[in-house]
Structures are given as structure tokens and as C-alpha cells.
């Protein structure tokens, strides 16, 4: 983020054809996935800011978006209580999951695209694994509290809990052991709600949303190296002290050295850096909007920083030409320096390998990932296409297939073409995930029915009614 090159400035809006709820850019910021209300993933091209495509996902307004490591994926989350994995390219769905509550929050595992870390509500966090559609619930510090929320480390290795008490839970990815503990509390012993937990993606430092209106960004590794109940103190305490904002989503910028907050009550982005902990500038937006999410990209390429005598101009200059600079032969250029006779003439200059660019990998990584999805290939739109141009006419293939179905018995089904003249989309397969505690579908309808068909008690006014995990007493209204 370079905040000396305009980070104030508006840089445009993207007309979303529906409500967005939730945003989140893949890997290297070039593509901008928005959850819609009307269950629609709308993906942008964040360089030409255009459509690239749009995904019918879901039936439910989108809650939670996530793209994998390689961006080939993305998995989405709506109100309905339903989890599932996209195909990016294709927008096909692979597969899958029914939750027996809505989703929270979910995410990919950063180095793992066969796991997927869910956040149902009122429930413990869920590690899934999608090759097997095999469920681990994870750990908790207290089964009365089930307020949870829950966030892979930078790279997986560990994943960390917290819930309404304060208390965070570092546990082991792969066996789900307590490796480190802490309580978050405020000046005095009382403890505060932890409303998310955010990781920067370059270095050990994570920040914590809590109730208390604070965010506090720790170190990674003094927290596992004070073990469990340790007491760590936070590097930074960052908040509004004048407004005492809520805020709705923080965030680390795409460098890690700064941190983004948004308001919960009006459209505002207030911008801290990490290191001093003072505040940059605070963003604010039209005036009576409300901010929904935040998301972030990688920062772009500075080129002033590359050669020194590079200068960025706002408007045209008269260049000066200096008196030998466009001489077929310099006079006064010195001769270079040769260590060898034939040095100048044995120096090759490689212009076939390409350099990885640093901020895209990893402190564990050495090249780019070149099997990644940056960009989505458009189709042009064509006014009156042809039908199935490229291809046999309906009628041929079914009298073709006819022979076939008739020496196989009639036993063979016949594949059913797409609408668009394609080959046939696999249905996605759909795993039920039944968590403990948690009645179903089919429980909750069941219980309110048998609620529904009983009446008040006499001068009581109050019915029953299941919203999922519990019950709710409601007072009818009547004319005393």
C-alpha cells in the first residue's frame, strides 16, 4: 500500500448488478469475487473492471466467499446453511455440503486446497475435507459457550480459536491439538467477545476484533512460545477514541504494514500502520451507506522505485535535450573498464528466464505458482448466434445413439445435452454434515409444527417458536 501515491483517492466503483454482501480478491488481486443477495458470485476483472463472469450459485443471498491458493477454486457459503466449491473457469459446482446452521465465516486452507475451515453459528468450527467429504470438529474451551470463530495461520500450520469468553485456542492442524492458550481482557480483569481474528499475509502477526471496540495485533510466535495460559501482550492497541467505533471487518493490507478497519456504523475505512500504531487516514464513503466488508489486493508496482531517476509527471514537460545524447557516436563517453580481453564479447544476457516477483511468493517459496488462475478468459457476445454451429444437429445425435440404446436392451440412459449445446454438466454431489447439538432441517420443522397445532394457555399469549438452536417464548399481542 503506498500511501504517498493517492491511497485517498477514489479509484472508481463497480456497478454490481444485485446487492453485494461479501467481497474477497484471489491470491494476486487481478480477480474481485461479490457475493450477491440473490444467491449470484459475481467475478470482476479488477484491471479492466469489467464482468468476467457471473456464477447462478446459490438460491440464498451469499454470506462467505473464499478463492484457493491457485485461484482455480472458489467456495461460498449462503444463508441457507449450504457450503459449496466452485470451479472458476468452468462454473461448474463440485461439490456440496448442508450445514444443520448458517455459516459464519469459511476459508481455505492456504496450502491445502483439500480443506476447508467453516464457522457454523452457535456451533464449534469445522475442518472439512473435501477429496473424502469427511467433517473433524474442533476443540473448544468451554461447551456452554459455542460463540466461536476460528482462522488458518499464514500457512496453516495452526489454527486459531475464540470465542465470547476472550479466550483464543491454538491448536495443531493436523492432529487438532492445544499447542498455546490465552485470554484477552481488558484493563481490568474482565474478559471481552472475540469478534474475528484476521493473519497478515507476510510475517507472524495476526490482529483480533473484539467486542471492547479494540483491535490488537499480536506476534505469532511469542504466542507459541509462551505456551498455554500464557499471558502475551499485544504489539499494538489500536480503536477510535473519540466516536468509540465498532468496527465490522478488519484486515492487514496486502504488505502487512498496514491495518484496515471499517466502521459499523457508517461507510468509513480507518487506516493505522503496524509498526507505530498511529493513524494514516480515515476513507469516507457516501454518507449514509452502510460498509458490509472489506477487502484487500496486493499492492501495485511502484516504477519510480526502480531507477532513481525515474519521475512520475502530472502533467507534460518541456524536455531538455542534452548537447551528445542523440550523437550516432559519443565523443566524450569514456571507455568501459575490461577485465579480460574478450570480457565485453563473452558476457551472455539471459532474456529467457523469468524473474518471480517477490511480493507474489512466499518467505518459504523461491519460484510463482504458474499453474495459477490470474485472468478469466470473455467470450465476445454475439447478437444472433447459430445454432450448435460446431457441431451435429440435435436430431442426429439422438438417431445416432438409437442403435446403441436398442442393442443395450434399453438398460442405457441417454446423457441430456445443455441448454447452450455443450457437453452435459455433472451434478454436484451433496453431503449432509450433522453436528452434535444441532437438530436438522427435518428436527426444526418438525418441533415447530408440533408447536404450531398447539394453542396458547389460557390468558398466557405466548407461543413457541425453534429459530434453529433455541427456543424463543414471543408474546401475542391481544386486545387487554
Not at 453485494?20 to 480478491?25: E, H, K, Q, S
Not at 502475551?232 to 492487514?252: A, G, I, S, Y
Request: hydrophobic share 35%.
Amino acid at each position: 500500500m503506498n500511501l504517498e501515491l493517492g491511497v485517498h483517492k477514489l479509484y472508481g466503483t463497480l456497478d454490481c448488478i444485485s446487492m453485494a454482501l461479501t467481497c474477497t480478491f484471489n491470491r494476486w488481486g487481478t480477480l474481485l469475487a461479490v457475493g450477491c443477495n440473490d444467491g449470484r458470485i459475481v467475478i470482476w476483472d479488477f484491471l479492466t473492471r469489467g464482468i468476467a463472469k457471473i456464477i447462478s450459485a446459490h438460491i440464498h443471498p451469499v454470506c462467505s466467499l473464499c478463492w484457493s491458493r491457485d485461484g482455480h477454486k472458489l467456495v461460498s457459503a449462503s444463508t441457507d446453511n449450504i457450503v459449496s466449491q466452485w470451479d472458476v473457469l468452468t462454473g461448474d459446482c463440485d461439490q456440496r455440503f448442508r450445514f444443520p446452521s448458517p455459516i459464519l465465516k469459511l476459508q481455505y486452507h492456504p496450502r491445502d486446497m483439500d480443506k476447508v475451515l467453516v464457522c457454523p453459528m452457535k456451533s464449534a468450527p469445522v475442518l472439512l475435507t473435501l477429496s473424502d467429504s469427511k467433517h473433524v470438529v474442533l476443540p473448544v474451551d468451554d461447551d456452554s459457550d459455542l460463540n466461536v470463530v476460528a482462522a488458518f495461520d499464514r500457512r496453516g500450520e495452526y489454527i486459531y480459536t475464540g470465542n465470547a469468553k476472550g479466550k483464543i485456542l491454538v491448536l495443531n492442524t493436523n492432529t487438532q491439538e492445544l499447542v498455546a492458550s490465552f485470554r484477552v481482557t481488558t484493563g481490568t480483569s474482565n474478559t471481552t467477545a472475540i469478534k474475528s481474528i484476521e493473519f497478515a499475509r507476510k510475517g507472524s502477526c495476526f490482529l483480533i476484533n473484539t467486542a471492547d471496540r479494540i483491535i490488537r495485533v499480536y506476534d505469532g510466535r511469542e504466542i507459541l512460545t509462551c505456551g498455554r495460559d500464557g499471558e502475551p501482550e499485544p504489539m499494538q492497541k489500536l480503536q477510535d477514541l473519540v466516536n468509540r467505533t465498532p468496527w465490522k471487518r478488519c484486515c492487514f493490507s496486502g504488505d502487512g504494514e498496514y491495518i484496515v478497519a471499517g466502521s459499523a456504523r457508517q461507510h468509513a475505512l480507518y487506516i493505522w500502520e503496524k509498526s507505530i500504531g498511529n493513524l494514516v487516514k480515515i476513507l469516507h464513503g457516501t454518507r449514509g451507506e452502510l460498509l458490509l466488508d472489506v477487502a484487500v489486493r496486493m499492492p501495485e508496482e511502484n516504477w519510480s522505485a526502480f531507477a532513481p531517476d525515474f519521475k512520475e509527471l502530472d502533467e507534460n514537460v518541456e524536455y531538455e535535450e542534452r548537447e551528445s545524447e542523440f550523437d550516432i557516436e559519443d565523443e566524450d563517453k569514456s571507455e568501459p573498464e575490461q577485465t579480460g580481453a574478450d570480457a565485453a564479447e563473452d558476457e551472455e544476457v539471459d532474456v529467457t528466464t523469468v524473474d518471480p516477483i517477490v511480493a507474489f511468493c512466499s518467505s518459504d517459496e523461491e519460484l510463482e505458482d504458474y499453474k495459477a488462475l490470474l485472468y478469466l478468459p470473455i467470450a465476445p457476445e454475439v447478437e444472433d448466434p447459430e445454432e450448435n454451429p460446431f457441431g451435429p444437429p440435435p436430431d442426429a445425435s439422438v438417431q445416432t445413439s438409437a442403435p446403441e440404446d436398442a442393442l443395450a436392451g434399453g438398460d442405457k440412459k441417454q446423457r441430456q445435452p445443455s441448454s447452450d449445446g455443450g457437453p452435459a454438466k455433472k451434478k454436484a454431489r451433496t453431503t449432509t454434515i450433522e453436528l452434535q447439538g444441532v437438530p436438522s432441517d427435518g428436527e426444526r420443522e418438525e418441533r415447530n409444527n408440533k408447536y404450531a397445532h398447539q394453542k396458547p394457555c389460557q390468558g398466557s399469549g405466548f407461543y413457541i417458536l425453534d429459530t434453529g438452536q433455541d427456543l424463543y417464548f414471543h408474546q401475542l399481542e391481544t386486545g387487554n
